[in-house]
């Protein structure tokens, strides 16, 4: 009886999917390349509403036919497109008698253009933060725009304009198809879409472990005991930054290495037996200036004097962005660690730190399982934290603005522009004439 009940479900679903597949066919049934579908959903002051819009490559002078049977009744041109659904231009009252429960519109969609030139401008951004931006294999040189070309031939035309001069940094944005900023309310094309996304990098202390000031983590750990997200807002300039308690994408915990607490930080740094009376603090990128100024002004509180630099990266003390990936989480921390190897450190004991880190690295690299990968990505955070006084910061937000012809505008799943499917469409062209 079982085994009868069973076979009757398996008809059954075999029916719905060949009625379903069937009802498909007819839908696409008389539609030509380059057009969509839709039902007529209205009728009203003299304007046809349709069933579809900008998702589907509907724009404003899209041409569109309206169907009945084998009988093309009318043809005109969309007025206004919005997402999920557009409307038409006036008929002239040519559908008043029309019973339009019989009909459907032809709606021409948009042509992709493969070789137009997508230009993409970064507003108040370094190298490194754009290069973490986009793919590994794709890298800005240091010119203040560069052309590059991209594995499958998309052409980019990169822009990294800063703010030293407000005006031409806004009128040359008006000149790329995508913005991506910090700042969610700088001056944007007209018709555009925005969303967000975490950056995929995060803002980090880091000591130079060739220096005495190094020892044993104390001076970046009195700083970070200074630090806290309700900061934020004042030492970044943008719109959400994220505090990051983790060195690694996957790794956020939702707590902080250590709480907030200005006056142990003082005591810590006070007992501190190197304790400098010169430093040096280095930032890799001018959106980290106003937290190296912090930084800067709680030592010299302490009679430190400190002498910042966005060129010197042989520096007491690092500030700098690593690259994060969702798909890879020990990416961020080889970085960190290939970052440190490139000096000698100055003891044994954070030479063997870096060693066993090292290893840590070597065993997620190895590991075929999602959840050993990430515990020994969380053992080598551990250690760069508090063995070796690293401390994450924050992850900045970023805002990508982009003009509507642009399709699949997309961060991937490693957290990184997808540059490889962003497509510019041909939008369709004014043509006053209607033919009936």
Known sequence: ??????????????????????????????????????????YKLDRLYFSAGEEADIFSHSSYKVVSGSDTLYRGQIDQSFAGVSYSDSTGGFFETVDLTSCYALVETAES????????????????????????????????SDTLITENGR??????????????????????????????????????????????????????????????????????????????????????????????????????????????????????????DKLSLYYSAPSLRKVANYFADIMAREKIKVNISDSDN???????????????????????????????????????TLTIIG????AADAADRTETVLNYCTLADRSFIHDLGIFPLFRPTLYVTFEKYLVNCRFDASGRLDVYNITKLKLPSENMETER
Do not use: W
């Open 359 to 362: 290893n840590y690295l070597e």
């Open 314 to 352: 042989d520096a007491d003390l690092i500030l700098t962005y690593l690259p994060t990936d969702n798909q890879t989480p020990q990416r961020s921390l080889r970085y960190l660690y290939e970052l440190l190897n490139k000096t000698e450190a100055a003891d044994a004991s954070r030479k063997e």
């Open 1 to 42: 009886m079982y085994k009868s009940l069973e076979v009757n479900i398996f008809y059954n679903i075999l029916k719905y999917l060949s009625i379903l597949f069937a009802s498909i066919l007819l839908i696409d049934a008389g539609c030509e390349a380059g057009e969509r579908r839709c039902e007529i959903l209205q």
């Open 113 to 144: 253009d493969s070789l137009a030139v997508i230009g993409l401008h970064f507003q108040n951004m370094d190298n490194d933060e754009i290069r973490f931006i986009l793919p590994d294999n794709i890298l800005p040189e240091k010119n203040r």
């Open 155 to 276: 052409r980019l035309l990169i822009s990294k304009l800063n703010d030293d001069n407000v005006a031409s940094s806004y009128q040359a944005a008006g000149d790329f198809d995508i913005h991506i900023a910090y700042d969610s309310l700088y001056i944007t094309m007209s018709e555009a879409v925005t969303f967000s996304a975490s950056a995929p990098y995060l803002a980090v202390l880091v000591p130079n472990l060739s220096k005495k000031s190094s020892s044993g983590g104390v001076l970046t750990t009195s700083l970070y005991y200074n630090f806290s997200a309700f900061l934020l807002p004042h030492l970044f300039d943008g719109d959400r930054p994220l505090p990051a308690y983790s060195l690694f994408a996957a790794g956020g915990s939702g707590r902080r290495p250590y709480v907030y607490d200005p006056e142990k930080g003082r005591e810590l740094y006070r007992g501190f037996h190197d304790r400098p």
